[in-house]
Structure formats: structure tokens, C-alpha cells
């Protein structure tokens, strides 16, 4: 198994940035797509961005994209989800996710029960 602790949550203002971090611990000699997930109050938790275990496989949900850059560092066992001109409306508790795979390159996983592992997420609030 694999163990994800998000970091780097928190309060920002409209239109300024924010960088989350997702460490992975454990069996982490196996290949995993990283995934952000996000659950804004009241709704349901919905996908944000995808890469694959080699980082050459990254898809957005349209919502964020052009906003976001998903990445990866697989010397350190830890994604990263930076997110840039932020609104009200990105506030939510984001979640990393992981799935094993024997893929380095498969990465369109959008759905949250295709992972099987998830940190307990970071709280980002955007004010406006």
C-alpha cells in the first residue's frame, strides 16, 4: 500500500496562487498515476488533474484547465498541484489520489473510485 499526505493548503486571496504538494510513503517501488480530486462544500468531490507514473501523461478537468499544472518528482515520491489566478469558487478540500498501474504512460483516470489510495486532503480558501 501507499500512504499520500497533502501539503501547502490554505488561505489566498482572489487571483493569487497556491502550490499543493502530495508525498507518497510506503510501497512506493510500484508505478502510480497521481490524481488531484477537490470537494468544494455541499458538493460532491470532483476530478481536477491526472499524470502518469512517468509524467509524460497529464489530463485537466476543463474547469481548471489553463489554471492548473499538475506534476510530478518521482526521485521524491511527490506530486504537485499548482493552481494560479484562483476564485471563490475553487475553495474545497483537495485531495490527492493514487492508482497502481503497470502503465508509465496511462494517466485519462477521471473518476475517483478508479484510485485506490487518497491522502486526507488540504483545505484551500480563496477570498475574495
Known amino acids: 500500500q501507499v500512504q499520500l499526505v497533502e501539503f501547502g493548503g490554505g488561505l489566498v486571496h482572489a487571483g493569487g496562487s497556491v502550490r499543493l504538494s502530495c508525498a507518497a510513503s510506503?510501497?512506493?517501488?510500484?508505478?502510480?498515476?497521481m490524481a488531484w480530486f477537490r470537494q468544494a462544500p455541499g458538493k460532491e468531490r470532483e476530478f481536477v488533474s491526472a499524470?502518469?507514473?512517468?509524467?509524460?501523461?497529464?489530463t485537466y478537468a476543463d474547469t481548471l484547465k489553463g489554471r492548473c499544472t499538475i506534476s510530478r518528482d518521482n526521485a521524491k515520491n511527490t506530486a504537485y498541484l499548482q493552481m494560479n489566478d484562483l476564485e471563490p469558487e475553487d475553495t474545497a478540500v483537495y485531495y490527492c489520489?493514487?492508482?497502481?498501474?503497470?502503465?508509465?504512460?496511462?494517466?485519462?483516470?477521471?473518476?475517483?473510485?478508479?484510485?485506490?489510495?487518497w491522502g486526507q486532503g488540504t483545505q484551500v480558501t480563496v477570498s475574495s
Open positions: 489520489a493514487a492508482r497502481e498501474t503497470y502503465s508509465p504512460r496511462d494517466y485519462y483516470f477521471t473518476h475517483e473510485r478508479q484510485y485506490a489510495y
Open positions: 510506503g510501497r512506493t517501488d510500484s508505478s502510480y498515476i
Open positions: 499524470i502518469s507514473a512517468s509524467g509524460s501523461g497529464i
